[in-house]
């Protein structure tokens, strides 16, 4: 059964699984096929495109969002669990196919638990089987959606950072930039393994960090303080700064209340011209964010720093 509804400004409706691919040990690949996607299409590259699966509950029926409204989202959450199922964040990996046989390639982690049970979408990617129904929230063509943060403007050069969380934006990215742009991305991996190869521009760098037991983000923060040019004890102390579970900081967005609009144009180094895209387990973000924001003074409209995920926190819904 389909849940079209056809009043709202984006896809809100049923998809299947056609494929599955076990790409490394961390990831798995599922294809996404439906009608629906037919509609399926934002105006311009979709860059880090981000979509919204709502997975049913293990046992649970696939959610319905019939007769869905504008209050779709309270309407939903209202919902006892083992009805409404799980809503996840995920990317745009790619997109194969036109017309009905559209299908939204989504690369998931398959996460190991410091807390216990993993979550619902780590666990539903691990049993995910062609057939497996579930819901997508995706950009249809023609309305606005938003979702895409990689938004270099006139930069001169790259800097893509992430986890593995942020490994299928990242590569996405790399697949839909200028031949001739630069910069530089940087990409942390559970174990060697999960290396993926991942075709992008002769002048951006692609540097794969597997983590192999160290301390999540420490590879990371060591490779992109090196490439900055920064030696990590000269830069600020070491006490962590407060994690905001939500970070999220954009040229035109902050999580934090920050001001946007306005702020001043600081940079008076090498670092001119770049433009950072950060996105990873938010307390590695805030690492991050601190040694280009506070330390390098990177002006913040050069910077987008979002935390994908929180060690120890469940996505919300
Ligand atoms: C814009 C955006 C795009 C994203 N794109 C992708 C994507 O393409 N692929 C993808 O896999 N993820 C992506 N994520 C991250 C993903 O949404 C989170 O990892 C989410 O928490 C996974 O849900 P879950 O049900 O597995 O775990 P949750 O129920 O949310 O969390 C359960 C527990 O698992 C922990 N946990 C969550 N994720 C991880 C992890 N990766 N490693 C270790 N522990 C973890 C949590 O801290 C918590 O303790 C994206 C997030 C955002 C905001």
Partial sequence: MTTTQQSLPMILDEVEVVRVERLSPSFVRVELGGACLADFGVDGPLYD?????????????????????DSWYATWLDRPVAERGHMRTYTVRDVVGEGPDTRLVVDIVVHPDDHGAPGPGCAWAARAAVGDRLVLIAPRRGDFYGGIEFQPGTASRLLLVGDETAVPAVC?????????????AFLEVPTSADVLTVPHPEGVEVVWLPRDGADHGAPLRAAVLHHLG?????????????????LWETPTYSSSGEEVEGAATVVGHDLDGIYAWIAGESGVVTALRRVLVKDLEVDRRQVAFMGYWRRGVAMRG
């Fill in 172 to 184: 996405a990215i790399l697949g839909h930039l200028r031949p001739d742009a630069v910069g530089a």
């Fill in 230 to 246: 920064v030696g990590a004890p000269a830069v600020g102390s070491d006490e962590p700064d407060e994690v905001d579970p939500d």
């Fill in 49 to 69: 495109q981000r979509i919204k699966l709502v997975l049913p509950h293990e046992d649970g029926p696939v959610p319905s969002f019939e007769g869905a409204d």
